[in-house]
């Protein structure tokens, strides 16, 4: 049986700010606090036969796994598939203003220079399905708190990708075995198409 598991990063700079960050080139990394969530998510891991970890390209993401992951040879595939969302003029922005944004609300409207949260979700189900085309018994991914989110809500068969599952902790792993992460990613493709 392969098992998956996806795991938000730890908290960020960005995360204590309340700002909000889509481009990788502009992220600032873990906190201290994100430090020591990813060494719990380390202990969390360290019987497991991890045999790849899919992580976003930003910082954030990719700390987190190679805290993780410290003193193991376990390989890494960065997927920008696996980026955060898109939120284009929304860079730098408090919370706030993401949440009061009408793509927020609609996940079909685009956020103006960015994409839409649909538009999102279709690339974390191409990443969790490249995934899925592999065959590592065991695969990590660290990526952000929607596409986490969004995979554990369709594979708990919600008809809404945003509940009833609202906030996935850092650096808190969410297990899948092969059969549960496939009809989620379809459900996600469902939703999101």
């Given amino acids: 049986m392969r098992l998956f598991l996806a795991a ?28 020591e969530e990813a060494e719990r998510l380390a202990g969390q891991l360290a019987a497991l036969p991890i045999g790849l970890v899919a992580v976003s390209p930003f910082p954030r993401a990719l700390q987190t796994a190679n805290i993780a992951l410290a003193g193991r040879d376990v390989p890494h595939l960065v997927d920008e598939e696996l980026g955060d969302v898109r939120i284009g003029e929304l860079e730098g922005k408090s919370l706030d203003a993401y949440r009061d944004a009408p793509a927020h609300a609609n996940r079909k409207e685009r956020f103006p220079g960015g994409e839409s949260l649909d538009e999102a979700a279709l690339r ?70």
């Fill in 124 to 193: 974390y189900a191409t990443a969790f399905e490249r995934l899925l085309a592999r065959d590592e018994p065991v695969t990590l991914v660290v990526c952000h708190e929607i596409p986490v989110r969004y995979l554990a809500n369709a594979a708990a068969g919600s008809g809404e990708l945003n509940g009833p599952l609202r906030y996935v902790g850092n650096a808190a792993p969410y297990l899948f075995d092969e059969a549960s992460l496939r009809p989620a990613v379809e459900r996600i493709r469902e939703l999101a198409g």
């Fill in 8 to 35: 938000r990063h730890g908290q960020s700079l960005f995360n204590v700010d309340k700002v909000v960050n889509g481009d990788p080139a502009l992220d600032r990394g873990l906190s201290e606090q994100g430090v």
